[in-house]
Each structure stands twice: as C-alpha cells, then as structure tokens.
T-cell receptor
Framework: EDQVTQSPEALRLQEGESSSLNCSYT??????LFWYRQDPGKGPEFLFT???AGEEKEKERLKATLTKKESFLHITAPKPEDSATYLC??????????????FGRGTQLTVWP | DAGVTQSPTHLIKTRGQQVTLRCSPK?????VSWYQQALGQGPQFIFQ???????QRGNFPDRFSGHQFPNYSSELNVNALLLGDSALYLC???????????????FGNGTRLTVT
C-alpha cells in the first residue's frame, strides 16, 4: 500500500502561472514531511520540512503547507528554472525509526516561457 | 563545505556480477542511508548505517549489503546482479543528534547502474 501519493504526475505551466502540487500520505504518526527538488541526473535537493498540521514554510517562489492528511507545494509566478521533479517524503514516528523516508513518485513540473 | 559525494557516477555491469558503490557523507554527518531510484519512481529505502552498524533495512533481498567505516563513509554492495537492479543508487547523510531524529537527509548525485 502506497504511503505517499503525489498529484499530478506531470504539470506544465506557462511562466508566471501559479499552481499547487499535492502530496497525500497515510502513516502511523507523522514525524516529518519533506519536500525535495530533483533535477535530471542529480540527487534530490532538500527544500522544506514540516512537522505539524497548520505549519507553513516559504522559500522564494515556493510555499509548503501541511494538514493532517496532505501537504501542498504552492508555486507562485514560476520561472523556467523552477522546472524539475518535486518529491514528497514522510517519516513515521513509530518504533525505533531513525530516519527512513517514504517517497512519492514525484510531480514533474515544466515551466515554459 | 563538500556535500555528499558518490563514486563512480556511472557503471555498467553484466547479470550475475557483483558491484560496490561508495559514499562520503557531508561534513559533520554521521548517519548514511542508501536508496534505489528506478526510472520514473521515487527513491526506495535500502538501509541505514550509524556507528558502523546497519540500523534499519527496507524490503530488499540479502544480495544488497553494506558497510560503514570509522570515518562515516559507506559502501553498498550488490551481488548476483539482475536486470531489475538497474537504477540510480542514492546515498544520503544526516546528523543523528540527540535533539532531532528529523535531521533532513542530504543526498549525493547518485551512481547510475546499468545491468546488461
């Protein structure tokens, strides 16, 4: 059973056209939800960590929010350099978990001029 | 400040062979995790090392094994390679401090393994 589901799988936006990416999760006790950006041929680059429902974090044109069942990554006035795959991951809070992350399949974002 | 470094960047092997991938964690980090990322998929957790011991393991067969050295660097070994082992292998490091089990993982750029 998938613990992290991301939608849409792919998103094409015109430069300046704001939108949101969704990450829904089912875990036993969330210890943290993470957003990463991954460029082709590269490893994931850390963006945000969210710990509790209602929390929000911002970085440049990106804003991440968290509810009890899902997280959103809002992209305001995107630019072509924002094109990448955005990965969502969760860390469970049960047992002796030391940091194993469960990743979604990602949303491939393309921003065209 | 060097981030997570992995070697080699690319590798081509034949079915049945064995492979060793290497990882140096980010300066100040003592915990290393390995992930497998198939094309079009999210990373899948293989295992994690701390204090030179395997602390947690994902759903991968015993053909996948690892090691952590006293300087915190790590190796991933895969025996009896299968075509399905072709993937990007990512190493991630973090600092297992007493105050935070949620230290974000910092990833290297991975080793692209192709099994023919």
């Amino acid at each position: 059973e998938d613990q992290v589901t991301q939608s849409p799988e792919a998103l094409r936006l015109q430069e300046g056209e704001s939108s949101s990416l969704n990450c829904s999760y089912t875990v036993s006790g969330l210890r943290g939800l993470f957003w990463y950006r991954q460029d082709p041929g590269k490893g994931p680059e850390f963006l945000f960590t969210l710990y509790s429902a209602g929390e929000e974090k911002e970085k440049e044109r990106l804003k991440a929010t968290l509810t009890k069942k899902e997280s959103f990554l809002h992209i305001t006035a995107p630019k072509p350099e924002d094109s990448a795959t955005y990965l969502c991951a969760v860390q469970e809070g049960r047992g002796s978990t030391l940091g194993r992350l469960y990743f979604g399949r990602g949303t491939q974002l393309t921003v065209w001029p | 400040d060097a981030g997570v470094t992995q070697s080699p960047t690319h590798l081509i092997k034949t079915r049945g062979q064995q492979v060793t991938l290497r990882c140096s964690p980010k300066s100040g980090h003592d915990t290393v995790s390995w992930y497998q990322q198939a094309l079009g998929q999210g990373p899948q957790f293989i295992f994690q090392y701390y204090e030179e011991e395997e602390r947690q393991r994902g759903n991968f067969p015993d053909r996948f094994s690892g090691h952590q050295f006293p300087n915190y660097s790590s190796e991933l070994n895969v025996n009896a390679l299968l075509l399905g082992d072709s993937a990007l292998y990512l190493c991630a490091s973090s600092a297992r401090t007493a105050s935070s089990y949620n230290s974000p993982l910092h990833f290297g750029n991975g080793t692209r393994l192709t099994v023919t």
